[in-house]
């Protein structure tokens, strides 16, 4: 299981998505959503939230305050492989416990 995927970005029409009262520029307001194993501390978690507000907000301009980032946190054995087996028995080559 080679590599990493990614997924294409979405890009709603305004009349179509509803954003936080108060924000400056609504119109930049990004939802980011992950699907990922279970298992990363909270601490991880709270890197990986900062890291994206950071790069959105130097890649993009997306002001700070506009970012909400979603993880969908699925247990390994909830998650099948392409090779048929729950990622949970399968050696993913990495550690999801950090």
């Given at each position: 299981m080679g590599g990493s995927t990614h997924s294409p970005l979405v890009e709603h029409a305004p009349s179509r998505f509803i954003t936080p009262d108060g924000l400056n520029e609504p119109e930049r307001y990004t939802i980011v959503t992950i699907d990922c194993f279970a298992g990363r501390t909270i601490d991880a978690?709270?890197?990986?939230?900062?890291?994206?507000?950071?790069?959105?907000?130097?890649?993009?301009?997306?002001?700070?305050?506009?970012?909400?980032?979603?993880?969908?946190?699925?247990d390994p054995q909830n998650w099948g492989m392409s090779t048929g087996i729950p990622a949970a028995d399968a050696d993913l080559g990495f550690d999801i416990h950090v």
């Amino acid at each position: 299981m080679g590599g990493s995927t990614h997924s294409p970005l979405v890009e709603h029409a305004p009349s179509r998505f509803i954003t936080p009262d108060g924000l400056n520029e609504p119109e930049r307001y990004t939802i980011v959503t992950i699907d990922c194993f279970a298992g990363r501390t909270i601490d991880a978690k709270r890197r990986l939230f900062a890291e994206l507000r950071d790069r959105l907000h130097e890649a993009a301009g997306i002001p700070p305050g506009h970012v909400t980032v979603i993880l969908h946190e699925i247990d390994p054995q909830n998650w099948g492989m392409s090779t048929g087996i729950p990622a949970a028995d399968a050696d993913l080559g990495f550690d999801i416990h950090v």
